[in-house]
């Protein structure tokens, strides 16, 4: 059968030599191959695969990473939490909002629509997988190419199934006699497919305690297992989910980082890391400090991450008791005293120490203070996660080094003790795997005791605060089918910190609706994106549309 491969009088193939020594980011550029030459040889196809591996998503804000194919973090030139109650963008000409927080994406106007890159990573694994099983490479060679195409394939369906539900499944390169107008596949058969992927990739991949550092960013058996858990837990699959989580937890492969503030300025290799991309900051870096440090310690740019009011108000005491409880302590004159350390980490405030002095915040003329001026916080607040304190003054796009970090250990228990609290409630198993997040934050145990309801409403808080800014916010807020509750029409809180008495610390305050900005609005339908109109047009067997589009 004719199949559509990569035919080196259409395009250019870009191979990279591959050094132990430099390890999984170094490449150079070779000439154009044949593609005989390129399926037959380890270092010209395990560069195919690390084009293929770009396609792995990036959260960072993406100007300057110019080895990634897809649009800036997923979709967006921002970070996609600065889109849900926790945190807010700046900036009106951001995509935030101009069209998602309004309520106006639609099938033609989507700034989070990945449709075409995701079917581009799916057609390159598909072209590997259908080259490499002819190659005259060694066995062992071969199988795990093949595992990795597989791997970073069901990710890619992973993707678009969250985005858009239904899509056209296209196991194989697809002949040009065969019909290119798909229809779409239920979605419940596309996450059978991821499940069926991942755990093939699973089966061959290398553990990690095979892998040499100089192969850090390659897929490993846990990472399989740990997405495969993920995507289970989207589709409701939750045995499954848990089952696949609980295999990662027993396989012990990784730890939990002992410093949380230091594991989000890496550059690769943290213990609690199962799954990253790498950048250098030279051939390949991304804009994170750029976009986001205060403007005080730029003077340019900066500042499009602020926090909320309500996001710092839902950090608990360090005794484990929310601030509205009155035994909690907490001192409404000195707010950010005694708080979960993980608050610490994440949200600069007043009097907060960063990059070798204090934050200034105090309104109205404060270096770091809200609405001073177009470049300064509209909340009050800045973030200190992510934040490389080592990076010079001025550090531009794409010369940020800190690896983004799509999958850790903290997720996967978290995933795991959602999953299994709702397969059989808040056993033992739950309790660990929380508990075990909550103790490296320093935070006291849960109770015992608490309902199937009441532990989700704890998971629920704790991946909030765990996993804040990494995107999970977006998406759970989608999947658990709570974004009108917690986002319609809403305006958030910001801060202003009036003054400081010098002597006891106390604050003088002044809460402020953040209507500068318009209201968010979210309805049932924003759970999915709209297929794009273009694809529709191109092909009609993709219609219906998803619901309220």
Not at 422 to 436: L, R
Request: hydrophobic share 40%; proline share 6%.
């Amino acid at each position: 059968m004719k199949r559509i491969k990569i035919y080196t009088s259409l395009i250019v193939i870009f191979a990279f030599a591959i050094s132990c020594e430099d390890g999984f980011l170094e490449r150079e550029p070779l000439d154009i191959i044949s593609e005989d030459v390129v399926y037959n040889d380890q270092g010209y196809v395990e560069s195919v695969l690390y084009r293929l591996y770009n396609y792995m998503p990036i959260g960072f804000p993406g100007r300057g990473q110019s080895n990634h194919p897809g649009k800036d973090a997923n979709g967006f030139s921002s970070i996609l939490d600065n889109n849900t109650d926790i945190a807010m963008t700046k900036s009106g000409w951001i995509e935030s909002w101009k069209v998602i927080r309004p309520g106006l994406i639609d099938p033609t106007n989507n700034p989070l629509d990945n449709w075409g890159v995701l079917y581009k990573g799916i057609f390159l694994a598909n072209t590997i997988l259908s080259n490499i099983e002819d190659s005259e490479l060694d066995a062992d060679v071969k199988t795990r190419i093949t595992a990795e195409a597989r791997f970073v394939k069901a990710f890619q369906y992973f993707d678009l199934a969250r985005r858009y539900g239904a899509v056209p499944l296209i196991k194989e390169l697809q002949s040009i006699d065969d019909d290119l107008l798909l229809a779409r596949t239920p979605v419940d058969e596309i996450y059978a497919y991821i499940d069926e992927e991942f755990t093939a990739a699973a089966a061959d991949l290398p553990s990690v305690s095979e892998l040499p550092d100089s192969e850090t960013g390659r897929a490993t058996k846990e990472a399989a297992w740990a997405f495969n858990g993920r995507a289970q837990l989207f589709a409701k699959n939750y045995a499954r989910s848990a089952e696949l989580s609980k295999a990662v937890i027993d396989g012990g492969g990784y730890t939990l980082s002992s410093d949380y503030e230091g594991l989000f300025q890496t550059y690769g290799g943290d213990p609690e890391v199962i799954f990253e991309v790498l950048f250098n900051g030279t051939d390949k870096g991304h804009g994170m400090d750029k976009v986001m440090l205060p403007f005080s310690y730029r003077a340019d740019w900066g500042s499009q991450c602020n926090p909320t009011q309500e996001f710092v108000d839902s950090y608990e005491m360090a005794n484990g008791l929310p601030i509205t409880d009155p035994a909690s302590g907490f001192n409404p004159l000195k707010p950010y005293e005694g708080r979960d350390s993980r608050f610490y980490a994440t949200v600069l405030f007043q009097g907060a120490e960063f990059m070798g002095r204090e934050m200034d915040v105090i309104f109205p003329d404060g270096v770091d203070a809200p609405l001073r001026t177009g470049l300064h916080s509209i909340t009050g607040y800045y973030i200190k996660k992510f934040m490389d304190q080592s990076a010079p003054f001025g550090v531009d796009f794409g010369q940020s080094k800190q690896s983004w970090i799509e999958m850790r250990l903290a997720e996967v228990l978290l995933n795991y003790a959602e999953a299994q609290n709702e397969v059989s409630g808040p056993d033992a198993s739950v309790y660990a795997a929380i508990n075990s997040v909550r103790t490296r934050a320093g935070q006291p145990d849960l109770a015992m005791g608490l309902t199937k309801a009441d532990m989700f409403d704890a998971i629920v808080h704790e991946r909030k605060i765990e996993l804040a800014l990494e995107g999970h916010r977006f998406w759970d807020l989608k999947r658990w089918n709570m974004g009108v509750e917690v986002l319609n029409n809403k305006i958030f809180t910001g801060m202003k910190v009036l003054s400081v008495d010098p002597v006891t610390g106390e604050m003088e305050l002044e809460p402020f609706p953040v209507d500068n900005r318009p209201a968010t609005i979210y309805s049932e339908k924003f759970n999915l994106f709209p297929i794009p109109q273009g694809e529709i047009e191109k092909n009609p067997n993709l219609l219906p549309q998803n619901p309220g589009y």
